[in-house]
Nanobody, 129 residues
Framework: VQLQASGGGLVQAGGSLRLSCAASGRTFSSYSLSWFRQAPGKEREFVAAISWSGGSTYYADSVKGRFTISRDNAKNTVYLQLDSLKPEDTAVYYC???????????????????????WGQGTQVTVSS
């Protein structure tokens, strides 16, 4: 299984970006997917997750109302729309997927890195003030 993240870049505060994560190597539609981020000198933190069905989404409080996660199973791709960006959103963003088809989790576990077995290489998002 390979996850390939893209779409990062440099944007001014208040701007928008759309991150994409393309999956290959297995059936995409039955797996939960998420985005995490890591800023320099900080630990990796949860950003957003989407259930295997796409019917449930979860967000960190710091991004709620500004970021939107979605998935397109026909394209084997998960997206993260980043709006109203702030300098504190600057980080490397990673997509991740679990290995348990059709499994649902508590909201806490959706936000826990150890829930996910597959990780993409990361894409840099830099927000200037």
């Amino acid at each position: 299984v390979q996850l390939q993240a893209s779409g990062g870049g440099l944007v001014q505060a208040g701007g928008s970006l759309r991150l994409s994560c393309a999956a290959s190597g297995r059936t995409f539609s039955s797996y939960s997917l998420s985005w995490f981020r890591q800023a320099p000198g900080k630990e990796r933190e949860f950003v957003a997750a989407i259930s295997w069905s796409g019917g449930s989404t979860y967000y960190a409080d710091s991004v709620k109302g500004r970021f939107t996660i979605s998935r397109d199973n026909a394209k084997n791709t998960v997206y993260l729309q980043l709006d109203s960006l702030k300098p504190e959103d600057t980080a490397v963003y990673y997509c991740a997927g679990d290995r348990s088809p059709g499994r649902s989790y508590s909201s806490t576990l959706y936000g826990t890195a150890s829930t996910y077995d597959y990780w993409g290489q990361g894409t840099q998002v830099t927000v200037s003030s």
